[in-house]
Each structure stands twice: as C-alpha cells, then as structure tokens.
C-alpha cells in the first residue's frame, strides 16, 4: 500500500488494516507508527506478533536522556547487532525483514532467522558479562515498566541517563514493587546499552535483599482515626495556622484532609506551615511533599522548610507526562512504606494541577465530561487522594491536598464536584479574607473535621463547638463580611492567649 493512500484513512481504519495483516498496534501508537507498521507487514508479507509500535520506548527526560529499555547482555557477542534489537525492545518489523533473501521461500528463511536469534538470545542470558572493571554503587527508587523489568531511578522521579536496568529476574526473585527504594552495585553501560545495569541487589527499602512476605496495600485495612494529629507548636506563638486548625478542623492520623478555596488564597503558604508542625511535634511521621506545576523559586522555598522528609516537585515548564510520573511514583514510594508499617504525611499542592496534567496527558479516545475534561483527568487524582488511610495492621497515609474550588463547567469545578464526600476534614479557604490579607484564610464557620470525636475526647469536642459558635457571634448572614468578622474574631482570640488549651478553658 501506498503511504498517500494510508496517509488520507482515519486511526480506526488503520487499526482494522493493522490487525487483518495480523498485528495489533499499541493504543498509544501514533498515527504514523501504524502507516509504518502496514507499510512493513505488507513488504514483509508475513504476520508479526509485536510490531514495532508496541516495543518499549526510549524515555525522554528532562536532562535530554536517551535511555532505552534493555537487557544486559555480552557486547562482543557474535551478530550483536541482530539480537541488540530483540533483546532492548528496539527491533521493529522492518528490521527483522532486512535479513531475507528474496530468491529463497520468505516463511522459510523467516523462520530459521528466528530460530537463530532465539538460540542467540538464550546464550547471551547464560554468559557471563565480559566487563570486568569495579562495581558502581547505586541506589535509588524502582520505576517499573508495564513489560516487567525497570530501572533504578537515582535521582528523583524522572528518567536519566545514569539510572541502572533491572532486569526482569531481579524483579521476580525478589518480589520487588514499584517505589522500592533499593542499594546495590551496576555495571557501566557496554556499546550497545544505554544504562548502566544492576548487578548486586544489597538493600530494600534500608532491609536486608531478601524475598519478604510483605502485604499489598490495597489489602490492608482501612479503619477511622484514633489518633490526634496536633499541630500546635508551643515555642512558636507565631504559628498561628496550626492552631487555628487544631481548634475549628482538627486532623486525625490516617485522615484524607481536603484545603479548598479560590486561587490565590493562601493554600500553598497553609501546606508549607503544615509541614513544618507535623515535623516539630510528630517525628514519628515522614512527610512527604508533592508539589506540581509551582513557580521554581516556590520549590525552592519548600525544600527548605522540609528537615527531615522528603519533596518531590515540578515546575510548570515541564510537561503533563513527567507531571503524572512524579506524582504516581511518589505516592508508589509512600505505599512502600505504609506496608512496612510506617506511619506518612503527604501534603500535596495541588490536585487540580495533577487533574490539568492528566487531561493533557490521556488520549481524546474516552469519555469526556463537559468542558472538554476527560474522565480519567478526574478518576486518577481521585485515586491517589484514595491512598490516605489508617490501617489496622500497623501504619498510615495521612494525605493533605489542596484543590481549587471555584469554577462550573471547566476542570476545577468538575474536579470540585467529585471530591464532595472524600475527605474526612475540610479546610475552606476565603477569598475576601486572603484579599484582605489575613492569613491563614480559612472560612471558620464551614471547615469542619466530621470525625472530630474518634480521636478526642467528648468533653473537649464539646469546649471546641462551644468556641466555634462563639467565633460566629451569634446568628446572622453568611456573607463575606461574616466570614471575614468569624476570622478576625479567632485569630485576636488567638494571639491573646499563649495556647489552645489557655483558650478552651
């Protein structure tokens, strides 16, 4: 077939052609990719079982990495170049087609050439590596791939060029998961890799490299708070955020918090404080810190105030897709803990960025809510907003998001729409209250812990609704000047008084 021809056909016509010649193209291939794919099935004349379309691809990383995916194996292996393309995923249709002979019957020669590669491939498995130099420590973080092998990602989230291979046995011998946080030995990558290759496995998750009879997170059991995460910070009277939190929302251990509010009402300076009290007054907790799409110098800032966790960021010049890669392999790393037991603090920033990066990322092939928002935009968020529980096994994912509260029919409000009911404590955020610059901007009269009384006791929930009425001053309208009153009330009350329990009482 012509190219022209093929050129003029829409992706669905394409993908029947593709598959009568007896391949099925990937669902991410472009349109291109299955011209090609025909193209070389028809010179070919032969059915392929994996075109080329659907072999791993390079990553593309922001250091302009061309990692590709691959198995280790000997570089001075006789016709290396036929098996390099089998063995890394790289060979395509037109490829292997390159070795016939046209005066012999194709199927024939087709055949022993496979045989021959196979054969090849086996052989290549058994040996021994010619490099014989010094092992390269290397530590980092498992990224899995959907083929079964991986690679160690050694510095954050994303691709690089100097993340070590981990071959599919490693994986299967060891039980290994993605967000594993390994130590070991690698080898420099030979001629014909691209990354260097993981030879000694010597830690997991800071264990012993051993096969463990770990659980999955997603069969551990999810149970309510039973205790208190206490944010006041008695050295520190000026961290007014925290104790304001503690008095109208207070957060369970193990609790999905929601902060809501318009843009530009302080919900990032609220997270950032939040992460410096779950520091000081809970050492037991890692906190993990997932910002994406910020301003550089806003990650800057937030490293900073982060002493003993971990932050994982992106700035809004990169792209949807290494938006979505750290985020999904941040919360894969926290998930590893909480199945050892450990008890973490995500606070992320922000929601609606993640849902924006998703958008961009999916394909227009499924369902679109209004406003042109793709399903999956607002699923997935909601899965990883999902992962934050308390579990009866021992261990916690206490998630703290942020999300943007205004809008209709665009993403914010869909995304909105469908977090209503997920969280066990809401944080609203005012919009004249940030206008007129008091911080933190919180809507005292609707933020609300709905779980309050499994972690406190009943007489102080009782003192603490008695406060909060006496915030409001009384009935009346709930417009802005309300909201506004309610919170200069609290925070005078506030910075009179040296501590919550002074103030109860």
């Not at 669902?27 to 072999?55: F, H, M, N, V, Y």
């Amino acid at each position: 077939m012509r190219r022209s021809t093929l050129q003029r056909k829409d992706r669905g016509e394409l993908n029947q052609i593709a598959a009568a010649l007896g391949a099925k193209p990937s669902s991410r291939a472009r349109k291109d990719e299955i011209i090609q794919l025909i193209i070389d099935l028809t010179a070919d004349g032969a059915r392929i079982s994996q075109p080329a379309s659907e072999s791993p691809p390079a990553e593309a990383a922001p250091s302009g990495s061309d990692e590709a995916d691959h198995e280790p194996r000997s570089a001075d292996n006789a016709g290396a170049a036929g098996r390099d393309g089998d063995q890394n995923g790289e060979g395509s249709a037109t490829n292997r087609g390159e070795s016939r002979t046209p005066d012999r019957g194709e199927d024939e020669v087709d055949t022993g050439n496979r045989r021959r590669r196979r054969r090849n491939r086996d052989r290549d498995r058994d040996r021994d590596d010619s490099w014989d130099g010094d092992p390269v420590a290397v530590a980092g973080r498992l990224d899995l791939r959907d083929e079964g092998y991986g690679f160690l990602r050694v510095d954050g989230c994303l691709p690089n060029r100097n993340d070590a291979y981990v071959p599919v046995k490693t994986i299967r011998q060891y039980g290994l998961r993605r967000g594993d946080h390994l130590t070991g030995t690698s080898r420099p990558a030979n001629r014909a890799e691209k990354n260097p290759a993981l030879l000694t496995l010597e830690s997991i998750n800071d264990g012993p490299a051993e096969l463990s009879d770990r659980p999955q997170f997603e069969s551990l059991t999810p149970i309510h708070a039973v205790r208190r995460l206490t944010l006041e910070q008695p050295e520190d009277p000026e961290a007014i955020a925290a104790r304001l939190i503690d008095l109208v929302a207070p957060i369970g251990i193990g609790q999905r918090v929601l902060v809501s509010g318009p843009r530009r009402s302080g919900a990032s300076e609220l997270l950032t404080s939040l992460i410096t009290a779950i520091e000081t007054n809970e050492p037991d907790i890692f906190v993990m810190g997932l910002f994406l799409d910020q301003r550089p110098e806003d990650i800057t800032e937030v490293r900073r105030c982060v002493r003993n966790g971990d932050v994982a960021a992106t700035s809004f010049d990169q792209t949807p897709e290494e938006h979505v890669q750290t985020a999904e392999m941040t919360i894969e790393r926290v998930k590893r803990l909480v199945e050892s037991g450990r008890n973490v603090a995500v606070v992320l920033d922000s929601l609606t960025s993640l849902a924006q990066a998703y958008n961009a990322a999916l394909s227009n092939a499924g369902r679109a809510y209004s406003g042109n928002v793709e399903s999956g935009a607002v699923h997935m968020p909601k899965k990883l907003f999902g992962a934050g529980r308390n579990v009866s096994e021992g261990g916690s994912l206490t998630m703290i998001a942020s999300i943007v509260s205004d809008g209709s029919s665009s993403l914010p409000g869909v995304l909105s729409d469908e977090f209503v009911g997920t969280a066990n404590t809401e944080i609203r955020l005012d919009h004249w209250a940030a206008q007129l610059g008091l911080f933190p901007a919180i809507d005292v009269s609707v933020s609300v812990s709905r779980d309050e009384d499994r972690f406190i006791d009943a007489d102080e929930v009782q003192a603490l609704q008695d406060l909060r009425r006496s915030f409001a001053g009384g009935e009346g309208d709930s417009g802005p000047g309300t909201v506004v009153n309610a919170l200069e009330t609290a925070l005078t009350r506030l910075r009179s008084t040296p501590s919550n329990a002074e103030l109860l009482r």
